[in-house]
């Protein structure tokens, strides 16, 4: 849903104003604080679930046109699995959860791909509803539940507009004198992959352009989102606890993530953990409505 919001850093640029008028340039902020304010105003959405007010200045048909492209390109570049088991379980995952979704995502045309990369505990998803996951990551899920706790996460970037509300606030950071177009340039941004990558091989060959359009807030917020889509989707949501937990031990084990620079935008293991336990109860009355249903229709 689009409605006025007023971003929390519009406030920074009041403060900057306020110190810079005391230089006499008035002239010049007035009307650059008039524009941004004005902007901010016709282009907020209502984050589903959290509720949270996002920018949203760039045109969505134009970013999921560009996505759309990219996410064919990075197909053509990676080899696709040939896993019948492999292609069905993430089909049948994404089948339940973008049914779940629906109604937050109307337009989303999704596709659910595997990347043949074992080893390579990984996913990433696309602004419109573009969604891959790495073999490796299915190899590693004990059950449909983690896989599906990944994949939801995943959704959840799209749902939330993560990479329109990046490439907005990168816009609105510009000079005036740059700011004549969106700017999203040729790379689309992913939404971000699921954990961080265990040496440069780990990446799937997609890390650059998958992990430009999140940061920590963005995770946790998919953390959120995700937890309560799996839950209504009927997967249990302690799995998504159960597979973070066996992450961390797996990449501990390794020797730690090797990314320099990705534990900068990204939470660590703990922070996802401890915010997810939060929601648990939460997502726990979801996951025991459905159970309860399918209990009943058994019944009956
Ligand atoms: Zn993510």
Known sequence: MVHLCFPRHLYNFFGIFIMLSRF??????????????????????????????????????????????????????????????????????????????????????????????????????????????????????????????????????????????????????????????IGIGTTIGGTGVYIPSVGSAASGGVTGITQSAFDRGKELEADHIGLIYMAKAGYDPRQSLRLLQRMEEDIASKGGPTVNGWLANHPGFPQRQIKINELMDEAMSHYQKIEESRTHTVIE
């Open 24 to 181: 006499s340039i008035r002239s010049v902020i007035v009307p650059a604080l008039a524009t941004m304010v004005l902007l901010a105003s016709v282009g907020c959405q209502e984050v589903p679930i959290t509720g949270r007010n996002a920018i949203s200045l760039v045109d969505d048909k134009d970013i999921t046109a560009k996505s759309i492209a990219e996410f064919k390109r990075l197909k053509s570049m990676q080899k696709m699995s040939r896993n019948p088991s492999q292609i069905k379980i993430v089909q049948q995952i994404g089948s339940r959860l973008s049914r779940t979704v629906f109604w937050d995502v109307p337009n989303a045309e999704w596709e659910f791909v595997v990347f043949h990369a074992p080893g390579v505990m990984n996913a990433f998803a696309m602004p419109g509803g573009k969604v891959a996951v790495f073999s490796g990551l299915i190899d590693f899920c004990e059950n449909e539940d983690q896989l599906a706790s990944v994949i939801a996460h995943e959704i959840a970037h799209v749902v939330a507009r993560h990479t329109h509300e990046k490439y907005s606030q990168g816009w609105m950071l510009k000079p005036l004198g740059a700011a004549t177009s």
